[in-house]
């Protein structure tokens, strides 16, 4: 398995002092180039989780195990290694450094892995049709093609495992098919597994493989269960 998850458990504090429990998850696993997608309403916990996979929040409990390592038992600086040399991220506002150009955008996202390597970003860049525009800044771009910027980011340290949340939730309904055949497409050809989170069912469609959130996460599934006064 490249991806194998027990017991995981995140809570956040509210604001009026309870204790809200976010992610439950028993169990859950991802094979070597499996692509998924994952249902979940609005507040079910869909980011959260993705961001404790991917090492960006620590869970309070729990066992997340990526390509042999236990990146939740990682420190911060562990887990920012793991990140960059095992995980794409497609983030739903892409997240693109607005004062670089698409191209530095990807190099930047090499230099925290194995290193600036330019034909490969450009080839990434060719691949998701961006090859005329390496040189564009973000703002110059439309919003389907940031979103296809930051599509060959997250291939650019060939990960092991592509992470996407909402990643069409910004775009106009022709954009986001052809946008979601691209992450298809590309993480299959670099052998990466992908793991997607979405409330849309356009989205889902697209899957062969789709898992309900509220059946993996027992917060999900019965939100208020998890609340208990401190
Ligand atoms: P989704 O991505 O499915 O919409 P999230 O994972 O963003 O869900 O959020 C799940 C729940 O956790 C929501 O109720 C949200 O308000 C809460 N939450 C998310 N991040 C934080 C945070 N940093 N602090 C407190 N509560 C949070
Ligand atoms: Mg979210």
């Known amino acids: ?68 390592c236990a990146i939740s038992d990682a420190s911060e600086a562990g887990r920012d290694r793991l990140r960059a040399r095992t995980i794409g991220y497609i983030f739903q506002t892409f997240n693109l450094l607005q004062g670089y150009t698409c191209i530095e955008n990807v190099l930047l996202g090499m230099s925290f892995g194995p290193g600036a390597d330019r034909r490969r970003a450009r080839g990434l860049l060719e691949r998701v049709g961006l090859g005329q525009r390496l040189d564009h800044f973000p703002r110059q771009l439309s919003t389907g093609q940031q979103q296809r910027v930051a599509v060959a980011r997250a291939l650019a340290n060939r990960p092991k495992l592509v992470l996407a949340d909402e990643p069409t939730g910004n775009l106009d309904p022709a954009s986001a098919a052809e946008s979601l055949g691209l992450i298809h497409e590309t993480c299959l050809e670099n052998g990466a597994a992908l793991l997607l989170v979405s409330h849309d069912r356009e989205v889902l469609g697209q899957f062969d493989n789709v898992r309900d959130l509220a059946e993996i996460n027992r917060a999900a599934a019965c939100p208020s269960a998890g609340e208990a006064r401190s």
């Open 1 to 68: 398995m490249l991806l194998t998850i027990e017991n995981l458990r995140k809570s956040y504090g509210t604001p009026d002092g309870s204790v809200q429990a976010v992610v439950d998850v028993p169990v859950f696993s991802l094979d070597t180039a499996q692509q998924m997608a994952l249902c979940g309403t609005s507040g079910s916990g869909k980011t959260t989780f993705l961001n404790l996979i991917a090492g960006i929040l620590k869970p309070d409990a729990g066992r997340i195990e990526l390509d042999g």
